[in-house]
């Protein structure tokens, strides 16, 4: 009864605090200048194809694989969790055996795929940490970054071996007719690893199978409420991130309304323009910090694993510059952190002394091509582009500091038409001195 | 017309005579002052004459469309010049236009509709590829059979509008070996140039841009270099001035290498 007892209390605090920490991150993302998306069945097709096939992320395909395994096996594996959570609250054990012939089989591949979790887990800290794989080890991968990484992978590898444990153990124990542990048949892995638990007493084996049991669930619910803090909680957000991606091609850069009014009024005085919005009125030409970029660029930087795949695709990072397409969505996600509260408690126009632009330098900003490799890359379809291109904005419609070079085009622009300083009557030159032969 | 031998048909003047050509080639800042490239707007431009197909090009009236400033950061002079492009756009009422630039394209094509500039929007290898498809371009002589060329896909033509076969198509019917640089196609490597780049020197770092993409495409072994931008255009050739192969590998847009296939 008291296992019972513990058991519920555990479980409503640590999905209580998990809720309340995603309303608190959904509270947050709402900080941000809203933008309507419609709904589209495109949009279903896509998640199934991106999130649940996993297309973008077998574009490597041993990669592709590895990660599929962990991904697979973290929805398959969670059907136990429900046994197990219901085992927890009634104090009974097995309560699904009462599927009989399919019940082994289902345990079968849960334990299938826990091998196959902590077989690409394995390889994943390899990866990490003997490889030195070059995207895991950029600048922007601090000590934070890589231990939440290394974090992650030990803890699923903990989790698994936990719940294999617990199959042992009770597989044991109900072959020797002990009357908790009913006999539901034979299962793929652990009845190959039994040898190593029949010499136990069968009291060692019960508190064994107890311990895993308690560590298991005990560290489910802590690794889910470590997730909301840590770069795991893609896998979660990514879902939402894919579902809400534009479906507008790549190269077409977000529109901004209140500029179009202002220079209809530059060019006829007299035009007719719409009343100025409230939100147009509050807010700058751009973005400086997060509450002036759309929601769905912090969504993007919620969904972001650090994975790098944007980094190493990265032209301008390739050729040892500064700017790194991860840098910037972890700096929003940082920056989304401190400001989330102070906008919610004091206002868009909080000052806390920084901004986006204290974390990311003009240096990097410069640095992009906008060639949307970093977006084709990303397996969660997270645009570090937009980012880039509105705080851009803000640099030069609020603040005037472009580089130099860029100001001397904008002028030629301004005067000639052409971001060269060559004069609109000579657009015809290419035409002389030239013959063809007619049909 | 004493400016324009070439008999390259203008849009006011064709407005005066109260035509309204099928098409607007839109000839690009590059395709009208860059030296290299203009070799480019000939070319087309003969193989335009050559089909006689009912264009026009807009001369002095054509202005800079805004991108490299909006992707530099300045929205007001992008809309500036947005705005004032749809204008004459829309006084000549015009349907379609041929760009050959891909910056000009995704402007047209992704960015001016929002703003009131509806219209149908080809690159020349998305027109070329259709001309060929309707048989009403002939490779003439086999200038390019088997010659090993390379593919640079221009960022605003691949990934940005996700073509990266029309201009393979016009390659492969020269009956020229294709050859693919390492990263290709959606993982191309940009030339650097895109996103206002053009405009300035590069941030610091360790390498231009350009020159590691020009090795990519040396490593092919390929004989010529093609593309179908007038940024890659510069920086390709720049790469190849740097490593000193100007004079053996060149670098083409694909609308030079069917023209002279045509014998134009």
Same mark, same amino acid.
């Given at each position: 009864m008291l296992e019972q007892i513990i058991f519920i209390l555990a479980f409503i605090s640590a999905f209580g605090l998990f809720f309340f920490r995603l309303y608190r991150i959904y509270r947050y993302i709402k900080t941000a200048r809203p933008l309507k998306l419609k709904y589209r069945f495109k949009r279903i097709i896509r998640l199934l194809k991106i999130a649940i096939a996993q297309s973008k992320v077998f574009k490597n395909p041993l990669v592709g694989i590895l990660h599929a395994f962990i991904f697979w096996g973290f929805i398959i594996i969670n059907i136990e969790m429900l046994e197990i959570v219901i085992d927890g609250v009634f104090g009974t054990h097995r309560s699904l055996a009462f599927l009989g012939g399919i019940y082994p089989l289902l345990i079968s591949v849960f334990e299938f795929f826990a091998v196959a979790v902590i077989f690409a887990c394995v390889i994943f800290l390899f990866r990490r940490n003997a490889l030195k794989l070059k995207r895991f080890w950029n600048k922007e991968m601090t000590t934070w970054p890589r231990t939440d990484?290394?974090?992650?992978?030990?803890? !699923?590898?903990?989790?698994?071996?936990?719940?294999? &444990?617990?199959?042992?153990?009770?597989?044991?124990?109900?072959?020797? %007719?002990?009357?908790h542990y009913p006999d539901v048949g034979a299962f793929l892995v652990t009845g190959l690893i039994q040898p190593l638990f029949t010499g136990m007493s069968d009291s060692s084996l019960v508190f064994l199978e107890r311990f895993a049991w308690w560590f298991h669930i005990i560290g489910v619910l802590i690794f889910l409420n470590y997730i909301t803090f840590s770069k795991h909680l893609h896998i979660l957000f990514s879902f939402f991130n894919i579902y809400f991606t534009k479906f507008d091609p790549s190269g077409k850069m977000m529109n901004m309304p209140s500029v179009t009014n202002e220079v209809k009024l530059m060019l006829n005085p007299s035009a007719e323009v719409p009343q100025p919005s409230a939100e147009a009125e509050a807010g700058l030409f751009g973005a400086k910090d997060s509450q002036y970029l759309y929601w769905k660029n912090l969504l993007d930087a919620f969904s972001c694993t650090e994975c790098g795949r944007c980094t190493a695709a990265c032209p301008a990072n390739i050729t040892g510059k500064k700017l790194s397409p991860r840098k910037i969505i972890m700096?929003?996600?940082d920056r989304v952190e401190e400001t989330g509260s102070k906008v919610l408690k004091q206002g868009k126009n909080? +000052?806390? %002394?920084? +901004?986006?632009?204290?974390?990311?330098?003009? +240096? !990097?900003?410069?640095?992009? &091509? &906008?060639?949307?490799?970093?977006? !084709? !890359?990303?397996?969660?379809?997270?645009?570090?582009?937009?980012?880039?291109? +509105?705080?851009r904005r803000y640099l030069v419609l609020e603040k005037g500091l472009a580089p130099g070079q860029l100001n001397a085009m904008f002028a030629n622009i301004e005067n000639n038409g052409a971001p060269w300083q060559y004069s609109a009557e000579d657009r015809l030159l290419w035409t002389e001195n030239l013959s063809f032969k007619t049909k | 017309m004493e400016n324009n031998p070439l008999k390259v048909p203008v849009m006011a003047e064709l407005h005066a005579q109260d035509k309204t050509p099928e098409y607007l080639f839109w000839v690009g800042c590059a395709g009208a002052y860059d030296d290299r490239y203009k070799k480019v707007t000939r070319a087309f431009s003969k193989i335009l004459l050559h089909l006689n197909i009912d264009f026009a090009i807009l001369g002095n009236e054509e202005r800079c469309t805004g991108d490299p400033a909006r992707r530099a950061g300045n929205e007001m002079l992008f809309q500036m010049m947005a705005l004032m492009n749809i204008e004459i756009l829309n006084s000549y009422n015009i349907k379609k236009i041929i760009t050959i630039c891909p910056h000009c394209y995704n402007v047209f094509k992704n960015e001016y509709p929002e703003l009131g500039g509806k219209y149908e929007v080809i690159h020349h290898t998305?027109?070329?590829?259709? @001309?060929?498809?309707?048989?009403?371009?002939?490779?003439?002589?086999?200038?390019?059979?088997?010659? @090993?060329?390379?593919?640079?896909?221009?960022?605003?033509?691949?990934?940005?509008?996700?073509?990266?076969e029309s201009a393979r198509e016009i390659i492969k019917e020269l009956g020229a070996d294709l050859i693919e640089m390492r990263r290709n196609k959606s993982s191309a490597l940009c030339c650097g140039a895109g996103g206002g780049q053009m405009f300035k020197e590069a941030e610091e770092g360790d390498k231009e841009i350009f020159i590691e993409r020009t090795e990519e495409a040396l490593e092919t072994k390929a004989e @010529?270099?093609? /593309? /179908?931008?007038?940024f890659c255009m510069t920086m390709i050739t720049d790469g190849l001035k740097y490593k000193n192969k100007e004079e053996e590998i060149f670098n083409y847009d694909v609308v030079e290498l069917l023209a002279n296939s045509m014998g134009l």
């Open positions: 990484a290394n974090i992650i992978l030990i803890i !699923e590898i903990m989790l698994m071996c936990s719940i294999l &444990t617990v199959n042992a153990a009770d597989s044991v124990l109900a072959s020797r %007719g002990h009357p700096d929003l996600r909080f +000052d806390d %002394g920084k +901004d986006l632009l204290s974390l990311i330098s003009p +240096d !990097e900003l410069w640095a992009c &091509t &906008t060639c949307n490799a970093c977006i !084709e !890359e990303c397996p969660v379809n997270i645009d570090p582009v937009a980012v880039i291109l +509105d705080l | 998305q027109f070329l590829r259709q @001309m060929i498809d309707q048989e009403k371009i002939k490779v003439e002589n086999d200038g390019y059979v088997n010659k @090993m060329i390379t593919y640079h896909d221009p960022c605003y033509m691949g990934r940005a509008n996700e073509d990266y @010529m270099i093609a /593309s /179908s931008c007038p």
